[in-house]
Protein backbone atom coordinates (compact mmCIF):
# COMPACT_ATOMS: atom_id res chain seq x y z
CA UNK A 1 0.00 0.00 0.00
CA UNK A 2 1.67 3.23 -0.58
CA UNK A 3 0.59 5.95 2.03
CA UNK A 4 -1.60 8.47 1.54
CA UNK A 5 -1.14 12.22 1.33
CA UNK A 6 -2.36 13.08 4.48
CA UNK A 7 -0.90 10.16 6.58
CA UNK A 8 2.64 11.24 4.94
CA UNK A 9 1.82 14.97 5.94
CA UNK A 10 0.77 14.12 9.65
CA UNK A 11 3.68 11.73 9.63
CA UNK A 12 6.36 14.38 8.12
CA UNK A 13 4.90 17.25 11.47
CA UNK A 14 5.72 13.31 13.75
CA UNK A 15 9.74 13.19 11.84
CA UNK A 16 10.27 17.19 11.96
CA UNK A 17 10.05 17.35 16.21
CA UNK A 18 12.85 14.60 16.62
CA UNK A 19 16.45 15.37 16.77
CA UNK A 20 19.36 13.41 15.56
CA UNK A 21 20.85 11.45 18.70
CA UNK A 22 23.72 9.68 17.25
CA UNK A 23 27.28 9.63 16.96
CA UNK A 24 27.56 11.07 13.78
CA UNK A 25 28.07 14.77 12.83
CA UNK A 26 29.79 16.44 10.27
CA UNK A 27 31.45 15.96 6.88
CA UNK A 28 29.27 15.80 3.43
CA UNK A 29 29.04 13.27 0.61
CA UNK A 30 27.35 14.18 -2.34
CA UNK A 31 25.32 10.99 -2.47
CA UNK A 32 26.65 9.54 -5.96
CA UNK A 33 26.82 6.40 -7.08
CA UNK A 34 27.61 4.36 -10.27
CA UNK A 35 25.45 2.31 -11.89
CA UNK A 36 25.19 -0.76 -14.54
CA UNK A 37 25.63 -3.64 -12.38
CA UNK A 38 24.04 -6.53 -14.61
CA UNK A 39 21.17 -6.75 -11.95
CA UNK A 40 20.35 -3.49 -12.08
CA UNK A 41 20.47 -0.59 -9.92
CA UNK A 42 19.76 -0.06 -6.21
CA UNK A 43 18.88 2.47 -4.13
CA UNK A 44 20.04 2.94 -0.64
CA UNK A 45 19.37 6.34 1.94
CA UNK A 46 21.50 6.45 5.66
CA UNK A 47 22.13 9.28 8.07
CA UNK A 48 25.75 9.37 7.77
CA UNK A 49 26.80 12.23 5.33
CA UNK A 50 30.43 12.08 7.21
CA UNK A 51 31.05 9.12 5.68
CA UNK A 52 32.14 9.03 1.92
CA UNK A 53 31.65 6.22 -1.10
CA UNK A 54 34.84 5.56 -2.18
CA UNK A 55 37.09 5.99 0.86
CA UNK A 56 35.53 5.51 4.29
CA UNK A 57 34.68 1.54 5.30
CA UNK A 58 30.99 2.08 5.29
CA UNK A 59 30.90 3.45 2.17
CA UNK A 60 32.85 0.20 0.70
CA UNK A 61 30.69 -1.91 2.72
CA UNK A 62 27.53 -0.35 1.13
CA UNK A 63 29.07 -0.81 -2.07
CA UNK A 64 30.26 -4.22 -1.67
CA UNK A 65 26.84 -5.74 -0.20
CA UNK A 66 25.36 -4.35 -3.71
CA UNK A 67 27.98 -6.34 -5.40
CA UNK A 68 27.50 -9.88 -3.27
CA UNK A 69 23.63 -9.67 -4.24
CA UNK A 70 24.16 -8.78 -7.67
CA UNK A 71 23.58 -5.16 -8.20
CA UNK A 72 25.12 -2.00 -8.12
CA UNK A 73 23.80 0.45 -5.10
CA UNK A 74 23.58 4.03 -5.17
CA UNK A 75 23.84 5.57 -1.81
CA UNK A 76 23.20 8.95 -0.69
CA UNK A 77 23.33 10.37 2.62
CA UNK A 78 21.32 12.90 4.41
CA UNK A 79 21.11 14.47 7.98
CA UNK A 80 19.17 12.29 10.22
CA UNK A 81 16.04 14.67 10.01
CA UNK A 82 16.35 15.58 6.76
CA UNK A 83 16.32 12.22 5.72
CA UNK A 84 12.80 11.37 7.82
CA UNK A 85 11.34 14.33 5.78
CA UNK A 86 12.61 12.86 2.32
CA UNK A 87 11.50 9.25 3.05
CA UNK A 88 8.20 10.47 3.77
CA UNK A 89 8.11 12.98 0.28
CA UNK A 90 9.52 9.67 -1.70
CA UNK A 91 6.98 7.68 -0.65
CA UNK A 92 4.01 10.07 -1.59
CA UNK A 93 5.82 10.20 -5.34
CA UNK A 94 6.29 6.21 -5.46
CA UNK A 95 9.94 6.81 -5.73
CA UNK A 96 10.94 5.18 -1.93
CA UNK A 97 14.49 4.22 -1.86
CA UNK A 98 15.00 -0.07 -1.52
CA UNK A 99 16.75 0.07 1.57
CA UNK A 100 17.06 3.21 3.66
CA UNK A 101 18.86 3.88 7.67
CA UNK A 102 16.74 5.53 9.57
CA UNK A 103 17.03 6.81 13.44
CA UNK A 104 15.21 4.78 15.42
CA UNK A 105 12.63 7.15 17.28
CA UNK A 106 11.61 7.50 13.15
CA UNK A 107 10.72 4.10 12.35
CA UNK A 108 7.20 4.27 13.93
CA UNK A 109 5.68 7.48 12.39
CA UNK A 110 7.27 5.62 9.22
CA UNK A 111 5.47 2.57 10.07
CA UNK A 112 2.14 4.37 10.82
CA UNK A 113 2.84 6.42 7.16
CA UNK A 114 2.49 3.55 5.61
CA UNK A 115 5.71 3.06 3.82
CA UNK A 116 8.02 -0.09 5.64
CA UNK A 117 7.85 -3.81 5.36
CA UNK A 118 7.90 -5.73 8.40
CA UNK A 119 10.64 -8.10 8.78
CA UNK A 120 9.05 -11.15 9.00
CA UNK A 121 7.14 -10.55 4.99
CA UNK A 122 10.62 -9.90 3.99
CA UNK A 123 12.14 -13.42 5.69
CA UNK A 124 14.24 -11.23 7.79
CA UNK A 125 15.82 -13.31 10.76
CA UNK A 126 16.14 -11.06 13.81
CA UNK A 127 15.66 -13.68 16.64
CA UNK A 128 19.49 -13.28 17.83
CA UNK A 129 18.80 -9.19 18.16
CA UNK A 130 18.36 -8.46 21.98
CA UNK A 131 15.08 -7.58 22.24
CA UNK A 132 14.99 -4.38 24.04
CA UNK A 133 17.02 -2.92 21.21
CA UNK A 134 14.61 -3.98 18.83
CA UNK A 135 11.72 -2.75 20.70
CA UNK A 136 12.66 0.78 19.50
CA UNK A 137 11.55 -0.55 15.60
CA UNK A 138 8.50 -2.75 16.88
CA UNK A 139 4.89 -2.31 16.66
CA UNK A 140 2.04 -4.51 17.42
CA UNK A 141 4.89 -7.53 18.14
CA UNK A 142 6.19 -7.05 14.22
CA UNK A 143 9.37 -5.19 13.71
CA UNK A 144 10.00 -2.97 10.51
CA UNK A 145 13.94 -3.30 10.63
CA UNK A 146 17.10 -4.73 11.51
CA UNK A 147 19.42 -2.83 13.72
CA UNK A 148 22.35 -1.54 12.96
CA UNK A 149 24.04 -1.08 16.43
CA UNK A 150 22.69 1.54 19.63
CA UNK A 151 24.29 4.29 21.64
CA UNK A 152 23.04 5.28 25.09
CA UNK A 153 24.21 7.14 28.39
CA UNK A 154 26.30 6.70 31.44
CA UNK A 155 28.52 8.31 33.63
CA UNK A 156 31.50 9.66 33.06
CA UNK A 157 34.19 9.99 36.40
CA UNK A 158 37.07 11.99 36.72
CA UNK A 159 39.19 9.63 38.91
CA UNK A 160 41.26 12.25 40.33
CA UNK A 161 38.41 14.87 41.22
CA UNK A 162 36.65 11.93 42.86
CA UNK A 163 40.00 10.62 44.93
CA UNK A 164 40.55 14.32 46.23
CA UNK A 165 37.10 14.29 47.59
CA UNK A 166 37.20 11.02 49.39
CA UNK A 167 34.48 9.46 47.17
CA UNK A 168 34.93 5.85 46.31
CA UNK A 169 32.93 5.26 42.75
CA UNK A 170 32.14 1.71 43.84
CA UNK A 171 30.13 3.83 46.26
CA UNK A 172 27.47 4.75 43.95
CA UNK A 173 24.26 2.63 43.68
CA UNK A 174 21.30 5.06 43.60
CA UNK A 175 20.37 8.42 43.92
CA UNK A 176 21.21 9.36 47.60
CA UNK A 177 24.60 7.86 47.24
CA UNK A 178 25.23 9.75 44.12
CA UNK A 179 24.28 13.20 46.09
CA UNK A 180 26.35 12.83 48.52
CA UNK A 181 29.10 11.82 46.47
CA UNK A 182 28.89 15.17 44.88
CA UNK A 183 28.42 17.21 47.87
CA UNK A 184 31.36 16.21 48.67
CA UNK A 185 33.11 16.67 45.66
CA UNK A 186 31.86 20.72 46.10
CA UNK A 187 33.32 20.85 49.54
CA UNK A 188 36.59 19.73 48.28
CA UNK A 189 36.47 22.95 45.57
CA UNK A 190 35.51 21.14 42.15
CA UNK A 191 32.30 20.68 40.81
CA UNK A 192 29.62 18.42 40.90
CA UNK A 193 27.51 17.13 37.81
CA UNK A 194 27.13 18.71 33.93
CA UNK A 195 24.29 17.05 31.60
CA UNK A 196 22.34 18.56 29.04
CA UNK A 197 18.68 19.79 29.92
CA UNK A 198 18.16 21.97 26.35
CA UNK A 199 14.45 22.91 24.94
CA UNK A 200 15.43 19.90 22.60
CA UNK A 201 15.04 16.05 22.38
CA UNK A 202 18.64 16.28 23.85
CA UNK A 203 17.20 16.97 27.18
CA UNK A 204 14.58 15.05 26.99
CA UNK A 205 17.07 12.12 26.05
CA UNK A 206 19.40 13.09 28.69
CA UNK A 207 16.08 13.36 31.67
CA UNK A 208 15.09 9.91 30.66
CA UNK A 209 17.04 7.69 32.54
CA UNK A 210 16.58 9.65 35.95
CA UNK A 211 12.80 10.03 35.14
CA UNK A 212 12.47 6.24 34.05
CA UNK A 213 15.21 5.43 37.01
CA UNK A 214 12.30 6.56 39.59
CA UNK A 215 9.97 4.56 37.83
CA UNK A 216 8.67 7.11 35.95
CA UNK A 217 6.01 6.10 32.81
CA UNK A 218 5.87 8.46 30.14
CA UNK A 219 2.14 8.43 29.85
CA UNK A 220 1.87 9.86 33.31
CA UNK A 221 4.60 12.29 32.87
CA UNK A 222 3.25 14.57 36.29
CA UNK A 223 2.97 11.49 38.86
CA UNK A 224 5.10 11.24 42.04
CA UNK A 225 7.61 9.14 40.23
CA UNK A 226 8.25 11.78 37.40
CA UNK A 227 8.31 14.74 39.61
CA UNK A 228 11.02 13.07 42.01
CA UNK A 229 13.01 13.18 39.24
CA UNK A 230 12.56 16.83 38.07
CA UNK A 231 13.20 17.34 42.08
CA UNK A 232 16.57 15.88 41.87
CA UNK A 233 17.63 17.52 39.16
CA UNK A 234 16.25 21.15 40.53
CA UNK A 235 17.74 19.97 43.80
CA UNK A 236 20.99 19.90 42.06
CA UNK A 237 21.09 22.52 40.17
CA UNK A 238 19.62 24.69 43.24
CA UNK A 239 22.41 24.01 45.23
CA UNK A 240 24.93 24.40 43.50
CA UNK A 241 26.23 20.25 42.46
CA UNK A 242 25.43 21.10 38.63
CA UNK A 243 25.57 24.23 36.78
CA UNK A 244 23.13 26.87 35.65
CA UNK A 245 23.82 26.76 32.21
CA UNK A 246 22.46 22.52 32.19
CA UNK A 247 19.17 24.78 30.45
CA UNK A 248 21.35 25.78 27.37
CA UNK A 249 23.78 22.84 27.35
CA UNK A 250 23.57 20.41 24.37
CA UNK A 251 25.24 17.38 24.79
CA UNK A 252 28.27 18.43 22.91
CA UNK A 253 28.32 21.58 25.23
CA UNK A 254 28.21 19.51 28.23
CA UNK A 255 30.81 17.13 27.35
CA UNK A 256 33.02 20.00 27.02
CA UNK A 257 32.59 20.83 30.56
CA UNK A 258 33.44 17.54 31.63
CA UNK A 259 36.31 18.08 29.29
CA UNK A 260 38.06 20.72 31.93
CA UNK A 261 38.63 18.34 34.30
CA UNK A 262 36.62 20.31 36.97
CA UNK A 263 33.45 18.38 37.30
CA UNK A 264 33.39 15.01 38.96
CA UNK A 265 30.67 13.40 36.85
CA UNK A 266 29.33 14.11 33.24
CA UNK A 267 26.43 12.09 31.69
CA UNK A 268 26.83 11.30 28.24
CA UNK A 269 27.28 8.34 25.60
CA UNK A 270 29.06 6.05 23.78
CA UNK A 271 30.24 8.62 21.13
CA UNK A 272 32.64 10.43 23.52
CA UNK A 273 34.69 7.57 24.08
CA UNK A 274 37.60 9.16 21.62
CA UNK A 275 36.90 12.30 23.27
CA UNK A 276 37.45 10.71 26.42
CA UNK A 277 40.76 9.42 25.50
CA UNK A 278 41.99 12.47 24.65
CA UNK A 279 41.01 14.50 27.98
CA UNK A 280 43.92 14.23 29.40
CA UNK A 281 42.96 12.67 32.73
CA UNK A 282 41.81 8.98 33.93
CA UNK A 283 38.34 8.59 33.67
CA UNK A 284 35.99 5.48 34.45
CA UNK A 285 32.38 4.81 33.07
CA UNK A 286 29.14 3.66 35.67
CA UNK A 287 25.60 2.89 34.37
CA UNK A 288 23.46 5.73 36.08
CA UNK A 289 21.72 4.30 39.36
CA UNK A 290 18.06 4.10 39.44
CA UNK A 291 16.87 6.24 42.63
CA UNK A 292 16.56 2.90 44.94
CA UNK A 293 19.73 1.48 43.28
CA UNK A 294 20.61 -0.76 40.51
CA UNK A 295 21.12 0.62 36.52
CA UNK A 296 18.59 3.02 35.63
CA UNK A 297 16.71 2.30 32.18
CA UNK A 298 18.80 4.46 29.62
CA UNK A 299 17.32 5.46 26.20
CA UNK A 300 18.82 3.68 23.27
CA UNK A 301 19.98 5.63 20.31
CA UNK A 302 20.72 4.31 16.64
CA UNK A 303 19.66 3.55 13.57
CA UNK A 304 17.98 0.07 11.77
CA UNK A 305 18.07 -0.55 8.64
CA UNK A 306 14.75 -0.74 6.85
CA UNK A 307 13.16 -1.85 3.46
CA UNK A 308 10.41 0.74 2.36
CA UNK A 309 7.48 -0.06 0.37
CA UNK A 310 7.87 -0.33 -3.13
CA UNK A 311 5.47 -0.79 -6.29
CA UNK A 312 7.42 -3.47 -7.33
CA UNK A 313 7.80 -6.69 -4.67
CA UNK A 314 9.80 -8.39 -6.99
CA UNK A 315 12.69 -5.67 -5.75
CA UNK A 316 12.11 -7.13 -1.92
CA UNK A 317 14.58 -10.53 -2.29
CA UNK A 318 17.26 -8.27 -3.07
CA UNK A 319 16.98 -5.58 -0.72
CA UNK A 320 16.46 -8.52 1.64
CA UNK A 321 19.80 -9.49 0.78
CA UNK A 322 21.41 -6.00 1.28
CA UNK A 323 20.25 -5.30 4.83
CA UNK A 324 21.39 -9.66 5.67
CA UNK A 325 25.35 -8.47 4.33
CA UNK A 326 24.71 -5.07 6.15
CA UNK A 327 23.95 -7.07 9.55
CA UNK A 328 25.75 -10.28 9.56
CA UNK A 329 28.31 -10.18 12.38
CA UNK A 330 30.98 -9.90 10.95
CA UNK A 331 29.60 -6.79 9.04
CA UNK A 332 28.62 -5.43 12.52
CA UNK A 333 31.54 -5.63 14.73
CA UNK A 334 33.29 -3.60 11.42
CA UNK A 335 30.41 -1.13 11.65
CA UNK A 336 29.74 -0.22 15.34
CA UNK A 337 33.46 -0.14 16.01
CA UNK A 338 33.64 3.04 13.34
CA UNK A 339 30.44 4.32 14.82
CA UNK A 340 31.52 3.69 18.66
CA UNK A 341 28.05 1.99 18.60
CA UNK A 342 27.20 -1.60 20.58
CA UNK A 343 26.45 -4.33 18.88
CA UNK A 344 22.48 -5.39 18.84
CA UNK A 345 23.69 -8.86 19.32
CA UNK A 346 25.34 -10.53 22.18
CA UNK A 347 27.58 -11.96 20.08
CA UNK A 348 29.38 -9.25 18.81
CA UNK A 349 28.74 -7.20 22.10
CA UNK A 350 31.71 -10.31 23.46
CA UNK A 351 33.74 -9.63 20.32
CA UNK A 352 33.67 -5.53 21.39
CA UNK A 353 34.39 -5.79 24.50
CA UNK A 354 37.43 -8.44 24.18
CA UNK A 355 38.62 -5.89 21.49
CA UNK A 356 38.13 -3.44 23.81
CA UNK A 357 37.41 -3.57 27.47
CA UNK A 358 36.40 -0.05 28.09
CA UNK A 359 33.17 -0.73 26.77
CA UNK A 360 31.89 -3.38 28.95
CA UNK A 361 30.22 -0.85 31.11
CA UNK A 362 28.23 0.34 27.86
CA UNK A 363 27.07 -2.69 27.38
CA UNK A 364 25.69 -3.17 30.39
CA UNK A 365 24.35 -0.04 30.52
CA UNK A 366 22.62 -0.91 27.30
CA UNK A 367 21.48 -4.31 29.12
CA UNK A 368 19.11 -1.73 31.07
CA UNK A 369 18.23 0.27 27.89
CA UNK A 370 14.77 0.96 26.19
CA UNK A 371 13.49 2.38 23.14
CA UNK A 372 11.79 5.94 23.51
CA UNK A 373 9.15 4.81 21.27
CA UNK A 374 8.68 1.21 22.69
CA UNK A 375 5.65 -0.11 25.09
CA UNK A 376 3.20 0.89 22.64
CA UNK A 377 4.11 4.72 22.56
CA UNK A 378 5.02 4.62 18.93
CA UNK A 379 4.58 7.99 16.68
CA UNK A 380 2.93 9.59 20.39
CA UNK A 381 6.33 9.87 21.81
CA UNK A 382 7.26 13.34 20.33
CA UNK A 383 3.94 14.18 21.70
CA UNK A 384 5.09 13.60 24.95
CA UNK A 385 8.88 14.41 24.87
CA UNK A 386 8.08 17.83 23.86
CA UNK A 387 5.98 19.01 26.88
CA UNK A 388 8.39 16.87 28.88
CA UNK A 389 11.74 18.64 28.04
CA UNK A 390 9.46 22.01 28.46
CA UNK A 391 8.33 21.05 32.45
CA UNK A 392 12.33 20.73 32.81
CA UNK A 393 13.30 24.26 31.68
CA UNK A 394 10.33 25.45 33.46
CA UNK A 395 11.14 23.83 37.11
CA UNK A 396 15.14 24.37 36.38
CA UNK A 397 15.03 28.00 35.35
CA UNK A 398 12.42 28.47 38.82
CA UNK A 399 9.00 29.40 36.99
CA UNK A 400 7.55 26.89 38.53
CA UNK A 401 7.67 24.08 40.66
CA UNK A 402 8.61 20.27 39.32
CA UNK A 403 5.16 19.26 39.72
CA UNK A 404 3.33 21.85 38.72
CA UNK A 405 5.51 22.25 35.53
CA UNK A 406 4.97 18.22 34.83
CA UNK A 407 1.19 18.66 35.53
CA UNK A 408 1.10 21.14 32.90
CA UNK A 409 3.43 18.88 30.58
CA UNK A 410 0.61 15.63 30.95
CA UNK A 411 -2.01 18.47 30.53
CA UNK A 412 -0.38 19.62 26.71
CA UNK A 413 0.74 15.51 26.21
CA UNK A 414 -3.27 14.47 26.69
CA UNK A 415 -4.16 17.52 23.78
CA UNK A 416 -1.35 16.50 21.53
Known sequence: MI??????LAALAAVGTLASLTACSGGSDDGSGSSGASGGTYTFWDPYPQFDNASSPWGKLVTECGTKAGVTVKRTAYDTTDLGNKALLAAQQGNAPDVMLVDNPVVSTLVEAGILNKTSDLGLDTASIQKNIIGAGTIDDASYGVPIGANTLALYYNKKVLSAAGVDPASIKDWNSLTAALKKVKAAGKKGITFSAINTEEGSFQFLPWFWGAGGDLTKLNSDKGAAALSLWKQWVDDGLAPKDVLQNTQTTSW????????????????QLGNAD???????????PAQNGGSAPVPTGGEFVTVPVQKD????????????????????????TTLTYIA?????????????PKLKPWVSALAAARGRTSGGLGSKYPTISQPMWTAVQSA?????????ALDTAQSSAEKG
Open 3 to 8: PTRRTL
Open 256 to 271: QEFATGDYAFGENGTW
Open 278 to 288: KAGFDYGVLNI
Open 313 to 336: SARYEVSKKIVECLTNDTNLLATD
Open 344 to 356: PTAAVQTEQVAAN
Open 396 to 404: LSGGKSPQD
